[in-house]
């Protein structure tokens, strides 16, 4: 990545925070309209739109649901037959491979948001294309290491830490998945001039939940990969 | 998004009748907004907080019925020695649904019923902050209901208890398909409820009136703010809890099948994570609405508002950690008995403080005995009854000798009729004449509240009885062989308990009639006064029942109890307050709508959010019958989802009438 690219994207995040100082882009409710408030856009009691809070919300939500998965995972870990564990199974640098994929996948979706706030609708389409493709690559990666593994004997009834392992990662790839879709559909709308309300926000959800996905990954990486049993 | 944009003097509700027919929309052909305003698709497309919150409560209401009749089957097959109403599989179903259509399907919908209709009122907005998702909501409820219950059609219900502990719940000891309805149900119900806990969080901290802050809002919105917090934490691990019993049940997995060697407490621990907070989720939305019934009837404000306000927030948190109290039989070893049960007795101090609150602000005031603060104090007697035998569970010792005994039973019924449904018969009375804008008959109101207290206290105050005597709460049937002798002769308070639920029953039919009486066609009730209890919160302030725009102005807010500030003057001197009134509610009413907001945007009705709820159950039965159901129902749920993503975010020109002249963005809705 070239100097330039870097200045030139920490000046969009300095800018980001500048427009988001105060900001009250609400967009998609008129319900709660206070006309006596001109400064014009729409007025919240929090300041924050009320998109991003409850995106905020359902993640926070999110983490219980991840949460329940990784202590189910934790707690049976260690229940499986001699040969099939992790010990035998794990291919950590392949794992770390589509990990750091993944990872790279929300420093492009940093830089949709940053277009998309410079209203550079091109490059906004291009980086939202490239995180999905990081994702979908991620998401290969997942599915093959899983049908090593099927080879390798361990199916999903095979044992309870087979059963529990398969969940909590068949959780994270349903959520990549997701956000895959959102991605795709969001470069569809764009281009389409579909989004109601305002692009660069619509985006930054998006980017939300995307980044949410990748810290889940992080945390299920070291627990599930890293650590020992 | 606006299908009311009017002129300033032009009120309303003018126009209505004569407006032309809308012509067909070519622009987006299927994805048009819906805009009828009459008949069933009015209520069906609506968005609207107020008819979706009235929606939610006739169906919380029939699931309530459904779930009475269990419960007077259950108590028939008791009544005497060797009851033979029911087989004991029957019977297993028959606790089971009941306390799960109960839980779920009627005190949860029917705190959200409230919670829906109120919560704008009562922070001065127009609607939720997410309408269309408060629409989903409402019917990703009603179809997981229905579609729980037709498990009776579909070869019988669960039947292994609400908390469907492990290895009950496995295929082995319940081979029917009860079990997988009632697991893929409440998830679908757990969908509803996360939904609508997001919206109204947002639209409570986001929406609220200018002036209204945080400790100027009214309680019942706190307590409900509270819950929505409790819904949004606790629905994830139910939902964890659930989908490992859909993996173990559909797809083989293993997760509590002890000869596997798993361990059958990962569910009572998934589930009682979820399921102690679900109890505060049950009784803190009637602790909001009693908090706001007896300042009205003792004519004082609430006594230490910030400390209801804190208790309630307390309760919120402590409640995530005192779970395990439930499975103090389960063997979690002493050090984990004894954290749990002393954070069991210190949760039991915020709901003392809420008591002592609500006692001292009846203190000294002008009591008014209607039917909502007869409901209203009912509760805090009988709760506080709850809440004590509560207190000798948090004891390890003394819960070990009570646990799965009829003393549990009638614990927490204590809390959950006493608390919740008390409080939300309160708030019936109360609300009545603001959502429907006539008054409920006062002297029948009286007779169902004597008769639910009086059958009440006789169905579940023998049970601690009959519990304490070592009568298991999920046994079918008791013999006279073991009975036991005299005062504590099993057969009498069993036979008490069910006498007990058919008065409770005639108290809730009454309820039904005085609904009937009020509503029926040629009904003589008079139109309710538009302030007829001397009111005090900001839901008021505008006619009953509300316009579609809540108010005709947003109201300016600069003190709790906005509306009795309106209303009175304060002439007393020093630290001595004397309340006279200058205006009345009529005249505040009417002030508003002379100064009436120049435009008002509403968001338009919306196909979407019934199509997207259909799609669930259609999943839910290809789980249990047919993979392709289940693609069948993804593609429906995907289809509706981009048709709500792409759906216009208005009604077309075409379908409005012509602008009103002079100003260009007037439109009132064709169709009216």
Redesign the interface.
Known sequence: MSDSLISETVKDAVQIAKDHNGDVHEHDVHAGDNHSDDHGGHHTSLGLSNTKLAMWLFLGSECLLFGGLISTYMLYRNRHSENLGPDQLWDIPFTSATSFVLLTSSLTMVLAVSAANRKDLRNTKIYLGVTALLGALFLAGQIYEFTVFYREGLGFTTSLFSSSFFTLTGFHGVHVSIGIIMLVAMIGMLSKEKVSGDEAEAVEMVGLYWHFVDIVWIIIFTLVYLIPA | ??IIERPAEAPATTNRGSAPTPKASTNYGYLRRPVETTGWRSWAFTVDHKKIGIMYGAVAMFFFILGGLEAALIRLQLAGPDGTILSADKYNQMFTMHATTMVFLFVMPMAAAFANYFI?LQIG???????RLNALSLWVFVFGGVFLNTSWFLGGGADGGWFMYAPNSSVPFSPTNGVDFWGLGLQITGIAS?VG???L??TV??????G?SMMKMPIFTWMAFVVQMLL??????I???L??LM?QRS?????FSVE????PL?WQH?FWIFGHPEVYILVLPSFGIISEVLPVFSKKPLFGYPFVVFSGAAIGFVGWGVWAHHMFASGLGPVSVAVFSVATMAIAVPTGVKIINWTLTLWGGKLTFTTAMLFAVGLIVQFTIGGLSGVTHAVAPSDTQQTDTYYIVAHFHYVIFGGAVLGLFSGFYYWWPKVFGKLLSEPLGKWNFWLMIAGMNLTFGPMHIIGLQGQPRRMYRWTEFRAGEGFFNLGFWNLVATIGTFILGVGILLFLINVWITHRPNSKTPPAPADPWDARSLEWITSSPPKEYNFAR?PQVSQLDEFFHRKYEDVGEGDKHEYVQKMTGEEVIQFEEDNA???????APSYWPMVLAFALPVMAYGVIYNTLLIVAGGAIATMAM?GW??E??DAESSDFDPPVEGDETSKELANV
């Open positions: 998004m606006a704008p907005a127009r609607d939720v902050a997410f309408p996360l806990a997001i919206n969080i947002v901290l986001n929406m609220r009136a200018p209204m949004l934490f606790a629905i994830p691990v939902t964890v809890a989908f490992l993996f797809f083989g997995a293993q997760f596997a060697g798993a361990d990962l998934l947003t907001d120049p435009n008002i945007h509403l968001p981009f993503a792409l216009p975010a």
